[in-house]
C-alpha cells in the first residue's frame, strides 16, 4: 500500500522533543556582524588613546640660495654717505657695509621726539597742579567733615536732651501741670533735631564721596596724559627702527665683495643693490613666514611639512623640515626686502597683516633629485630651484583623538 505521509513528517511525529538536536537561536551570518561590530568598536577605542593628530600653523615660504651671488641691498631710500667695504674685502654675517641719509624720517624722528618732551614736561606740570590742587580741596573738605561732625554730635546730645523733656513733660501731663500744647511742641522739637541729625550725616557723606570724585578726577586726567606719552614713545621707537633699517645697509650672510654697485653720494631706493658679494655656501634653504597670531605658537626644533608650488601635495607629499629659528617680533618690508630681494612679493606678502619670519633647516637626503627628504617616493624625482613658492605647516602640537573629545583624558593619559 503506497504510504500517504512522507517519511520526514513520521520520524517528526515518533520523536516530538527532538532532545538529540542542537537549537539555533542565531545565524552564522549574525555572528559575523555581531564580532565585525565589535572589531570596528575595539578599533576606533584602541585609535582613539593610541592614535596620534597633529595640530598645525599654516604659512607660506620661498626657497632661496644663501650661496653663490648675493647682492646686499639698501632696506630704505636716501643718499649714500658711506660705503665702508672695498672689492676684495672678506666680510661677515652682520657687518655694516654702508650708510645712507633719510632727511625725511630724520625730521619726523625729530618732530616726534619735540612732541615727546613736550608731553613729558606738561605731564610734570600738570601732576604738580592736580597734586598742589588736590591738596588744597582735600583740605577744605576736610574741614566741611570735621565741622559736619561736630554739628551732628551737638544735635545728637540735643536730640538726647529733648528725649529726655518729652518723657518728662508725658509724665507732667498725665499728673495735669502742663497742657497737651506743650507735649505737642517738645514732641516737633525732638523729631526736627532728628531731622537736621540726618540732614548732616547725609551732607557728610556727600563730603567723601566728593573726596573720592576728586582722587578718582585726578588719576583719569593723570592716565590720559601717560596714555599720550606712552602713544608717543611707541611712534618715536618705531621711527627709530625705520630710520635704522633704512640707513644702515647690513650684510645678510658672510662673503667676499666683488663689485660696487654705486658710490657714494649718489641716491638710492629701497631695494637698491649697494655692492655683490660671493659666498662660500651653497644650496638652496627655506624662508617662511606666519600671520603674527600664529607665530607665538612656534618654537625652535618643531617639525615642518613645505610642500612646493610646483608639485600636488596629495600625489607628491611633502619635505620634510625642523624651525631653526622664529623672529621675536614682526618682520618689516626692509628685513624681508633683504632676504628675497624681491619687492613685489614682499608687498604681497605683507598684504596678509603683521607676519613672523622662520627659519628652517631641511632634511637632507642625497638619494633624491633635490636633495631633501620627502615623505613620499614619487617626490624624490622633483628639482627645486631657488624663488620656488611652498605651503608650510607646522606641528606645534600632537594629542590623543580621544582628548579633542574629552578634554580631561588629557592629564589621564599624560598629555
Known amino acids: 500500500m503506497e504510504q500517504l505521509f512522507r517519511q520526514e513528517v513520521l520520524d517528526r511525529l515518533g520523536s516530538p522533543e527532538r532532545l538529540d538536536e542542537l537549537l539555533r537561536i542565531t545565524s552564522r551570518r549574525s555572528w559575523i556582524w555581531l564580532i565585525s561590530v565589535c572589531l570596528v568598536i575595539l578599533s576606533a577605542m584602541a585609535w582613539g588613546f593610541l592614535g596620534i593628530i597633529a595640530t598645525k600653523v599654516d604659512g607660506m615660504g620661498i626657497f632661496i640660495d644663501p650661496g653663490g651671488i648675493r647682492p646686499v641691498v639698501a632696506g630704505g631710500s636716501g643718499r649714500l654717505l658711506t660705503i665702508n667695504v672695498r672689492v676684495g674685502e672678506r666680510i661677515s654675517a652682520g657687518q655694516l657695509v654702508a650708510t645712507l641719509i633719510n632727511p625725511d624720517l630724520e625730521k619726523q624722528l625729530d618732530t616726534e621726539k619735540v612732541t615727546l618732551s613736550l608731553l613729558e614736561q606738561d605731564f610734570n606740570q600738570q601732576k604738580d597742579l592736580m597734586e598742589k590742587e588736590g591738596a588744597s580741596k582735600r583740605r577744605v573738605l576736610a574741614a566741611q567733615k570735621d565741622n559736619i561732625l561736630n554739628s551732628i554730635r551737638v544735635q545728637k546730645d540735643k536730640s538726647k536732651w529733648q528725649e529726655d523733656r518729652l518723657e518728662a513733660y508725658n509724665e507732667l501731663f498725665e499728673q495735669g501741670f502742663v497742657l497737651k500744647r506743650q507735649v505737642i511742641e517738645t514732641r516737633l522739637e525732638r523729631d526736627n533735631s532728628f531731622l537736621e541729625t540726618e540732614k548732616l550725616e547725609n551732607e557728610l557723606g556727600k563730603a567723601s564721596l566728593q573726596e ?102 596629495e600625489e607628491y607629499g611633502y619635505i620634510l623640515g625642523t624651525v631653526r629659528d622664529v623672529s621675536p617680533y614682526p618682520v618689516t618690508a626692509d628685513s624681508l626686502l633683504r632676504s628675497t630681494n624681491n619687492p613685489e612679493l614682499v608687498q604681497e606678502t605683507l598684504k596678509k597683516g603683521p607676519l613672523f619670519t622662520m627659519d628652517v633647516d631641511l632634511t637632507e637626503d642625497p638619494n633624491t633629485r633635490s636633495g631633501f627628504k620627502w615623505s613620499s617616493t614619487r617626490g624624490n624625482s622633483v628639482a627645486l630651484t631657488a624663488g620656488t613658492l611652498g605651503a608650510t605647516e607646522v606641528v606645534v602640537k600632537r594629542q590623543a583623538p580621544i582628548t579633542l573629545v574629552i578634554p580631561k583624558l588629557k592629564g589621564w593619559i599624560g598629555e
Open 212 to 313: 573720592i570724585e576728586l582722587q578718582e578726577s585726578i588719576q583719569q586726567r593723570l592716565f590720559k596724559l601717560r596714555f599720550d606719552i606712552q602713544q608717543s614713545k611707541g611712534k618715536t621707537d618705531v621711527l627709530q627702527n625705520e630710520l635704522t633699517e633704512a640707513t644702515r645697509v647690513i650684510s645678510p650672510v658672510g662673503g667676499t665683495v666683488i663689485s660696487m654697485e654705486v658710490t657714494e653720494g649718489s641716491i638710492v631706493s629701497a631695494g637698491k643693490t649697494i655692492v655683490n658679494m660671493e659666498t662660500a655656501k651653497h644650496g638652496l634653504s627655506l624662508l617662511a613666514v606666519v600671520q603674527a597670531f600664529k607665530g607665538k605658537k612656534i618654537t625652535e626644533g618643531m617639525s615642518v611639512e613645505i610642500t612646493p608650488s610646483t608639485v600636488k601635495r
